[in-house]
């Protein structure tokens, strides 16, 4: 079936500090990947996303690249800041399927 | 409106009781999806409807889930004879077509506490 793998947390890192999340997915055909973000106290917003093989989703500083070789979207970071604070799931939608899929959450701490 | 709005946003109930939660997407999206967020569950999918129909309801964990769409536009997840495993944070979602590529709007999200 389909499902997304996504990385334990928490994960606790120090302001400015790179960060990746990794995230892989089983799907048959060509899935779009998503990364939504749930900061604290508010609701779940889209953070990237990518549609097809080797493209980049990029916000905020974050990137993901969507491998088809290695079935991964890994979210980095260059320099993490303490508003990053939040919840990170990864996801994927086959265009057959309405729904996404989600994985479990990363939640991520930074300190200052 | 501005954005998805679920109703109640916190609500309590005993064991056994049934219970309704809704949820308004944004005027003029036609996909709309539900899904249960549980500590350390992550997102569970429930039910997704395109209009008024649901072709995916794969998710509901039990007969005693279900939920209705009216009008293309309000939803209402229905949970009977609720049970202490129902506690959980119910989120609706809507999305313009609910082709592939789009992204979901989320609601708040309304906090179910079965005591």
């Known amino acids: 079936g389909n499902s997304v793998t996504q990385m334990e947390g928490p994960v606790t890192l120090s302001e400015e500090a790179f960060l990746t999340i990794n995230c892989t997915y089983t799907?048959?055909?060509?899935?779009?990947l998503f990364w939504y973000v749930q900061y604290p106290g508010e609701g779940l917003q889209l953070l990237l996303k990518?549609?097809?093989?080797?493209d980049k989703g990029s916000n905020k500083g974050f990137e993901a690249t969507y491998r088809k070789e290695t079935t991964s979207f890994h979210l980095e970071k260059g320099s993490v800041q303490v508003s990053d604070s939040a919840v990170y799931f990864c996801?994927?939608?086959?265009?057959?399927?309405?729904?996404?899929?989600f994985g479990k959450g990363t939640k991520l701490s930074v300190k200052p | 409106g501005a954005g998805v709005s679920q109703s109640p946003s916190n609500k309590v109930t005993e064991k056994g009781k049934d219970v309704e939660l809704r949820c308004d997407p944004i005027s003029g999206h036609t996909a709309l999806y539900w899904y249960r967020q549980s500590l350390g569950q992550g997102l569970e999918f429930l039910i997704y409807?395109?209009?008024?129909?649901?072709?995916?309801k794969s998710g509901l964990p039990s007969d005693r889930f279900s939920a209705e769409r009216t009008g293309g536009s309000v939803s209402t997840l229905t949970i009977q004879r609720t049970q202490q495993e129902d506690s959980a944070v119910y989120l609706c979602?809507?999305?313009?077509?609910?082709?592939?590529?789009?992204?979901?709007?989320f609601g708040s999200g309304t906090q179910l506490s079965v005591l």
């Open positions: 799907a048959t055909g060509y899935p779009s």
């Open positions: 979602a809507s999305s313009p077509q609910g082709v592939m590529e789009e992204k979901l709007f």
């Open positions: 409807f395109q209009g008024n129909s649901a072709p995916d």
């Open positions: 990518a549609t097809k093989a080797d």
């Open positions: 996801a994927l939608r086959r265009r057959s399927q309405g729904n996404l899929i």
